[in-house]
């Protein structure tokens, strides 16, 4: 039982007594929902749709990517407006493998070229392409790509000194020059369309109820390992001295500090993070468009992780949760009206939730321990003057 209490994750969460539970809920349904979609008989009360599954998948890709941005906004006082851009480049990343695997079955039948390539009269495929009929190399360039950028986009912006609203400003204008960029039919990433049609991954057919049940259980695994991962960061030295920049980032700088490391450190992690939620989200959706490195998109991970409560990771998660949902429901019943709601969700939010949801569950249990610690059936011992 020692050594029990002694091992990795209790170590992580023995201080957290909410985590856990979103955790253990978030992999219940990871774990039963893609069972019942693959063994439940069809017209039982127990059937999961595919719309369903494809929806839990995404929200669950949604919660990773919010771990992403609290942990740099939450704890080092980053507001990125960016990390769409992070998220579609892992997206992409992934679209292009599953692009390679069509092969001779597109609708042009070239066993080399895309669809769209072929449409447009491509007589070669670009050297950017090669390497992606590899899984393998897919995957590194899931983390590269995004990691890369971060990096050298980190570098220049911290090494100047840039923070705030300035640092905000350039990020978003950084994803709008991607979405730009990669809506271009010449960029070779399929302009408008984007990279669709996908017909299998590692040789099982995506759009069976099998795979997608692997690929969303397998979302369910990572945002708990990625939680496990970003809980391990802000206990140790390393977050400590994050919160520090965070609050007081000249006095941190005085005492020694090299911010602009630390700062470089954790926002280049967070990409790939990103980068990874968006390779997840890709094969669930069939499809990779240029859309999803619309700065809309990067300030709707700024809500979730807003309602959830930043600076508390769980938040993060229960606010892509939250939202998720809500946006499948109100696109579907009130198509028009869901950026207004997604407005007014935010203002209310800054005007009456500014701790978030994880804020008023921490002020609840903080008042359920004053009055633990007020218990009349005590004896009180007065100390005589």
Not at 260 to 276: D, R
Not at 319 to 339: E, R
């Amino acid at each position: 039982m020692k050594l029990l209490q002694q091992t990795f994750i209790v170590k992580l969460l023995q201080n957290d007594d909410y985590g856990r539970y979103i955790l253990g809920f978030v992999m219940i349904i990871g774990t039963v929902i893609p069972l019942l979609n693959i063994f439940a008989p069809e017209g039982s009360v127990f059937e999961v749709t595919t719309f369903t599954m494809t929806l839990l998948g995404k929200i669950l890709c949604f919660a990773i990517l919010a771990l992403a941005l609290d942990l740099v906004w939450g704890y080092c006082g980053i507001l990125s407006l960016g990390h769409g851009a992070f998220f579609a480049l892992g997206g992409y990343a992934m679209g292009m493998y599953l692009m390679r695997q069509i092969g001779d079955r597109g609708v042009y039948g070239n066993p080399e070229l895309p669809d769209f390539m072929v449409f447009l009269n491509w007589d070669a495929l670009p050297w950017y392409w090669y390497g992606f009929d590899s899984f393998g190399f897919a995957l590194l360039m899931v983390f590269l790509a995004p990691g890369i950028l971060a990096f050298v986009f980190g570098w220049m912006a911290f090494r100047s000194r840039v923070t705030g609203v300035y640092f905000s400003i350039i990020t978003q204008a950084l994803t709008f020059a991607l979405m730009q960029a990669f809506f271009m039919n010449k960029f070779g990433f399929g302009g408008n369309n984007g990279l669709t049609d996908f017909k299998d991954i590692l040789g099982f057919n995506i759009q069976s109820d099998a795979t997608r049940s692997v690929l969303v259980f397998l979302a369910s695994s990572v945002l708990c390992l990625t939680y496990f991962g970003c809980k391990y960061i802000v206990n140790s030295k390393f977050g400590k001295v994050l919160v520090s920049i965070r609050d007081a980032e000249s006095r941190t700088r005085f005492l020694g500090y090299r911010v602009e490391h630390y700062k470089l450190l954790v926002f280049t992690f967070s990409a790939v993070i990103a980068g990874v939620a968006g390779a997840l989200y890709v094969p669930m959706v069939g499809a990779a468009n240029p859309s999803e490195f619309s700065p809309i998109n990067s300030i709707g991970i700024v809500i979730w992780v807003a309602l959830g409560g930043r600076g508390t990771l769980y938040g993060a998660i229960i606010g892509a949760l939250v939202i998720g949902y809500a946006k499948s429901y109100f696109t579907t019943t009130f198509p028009d009206l869901w950026l207004y709601i997604l407005g007014g969700l935010f203002v209310l939010t800054t005007m009456y939730l500014p701790e978030g949801i994880a804020g008023k569950i921490e002020q609840f249990r903080r008042s359920r321990g004053s009055k633990t610690d007020d218990d009349p059936s005590e004896p009180v011992m007065e100390v005589a003057k």
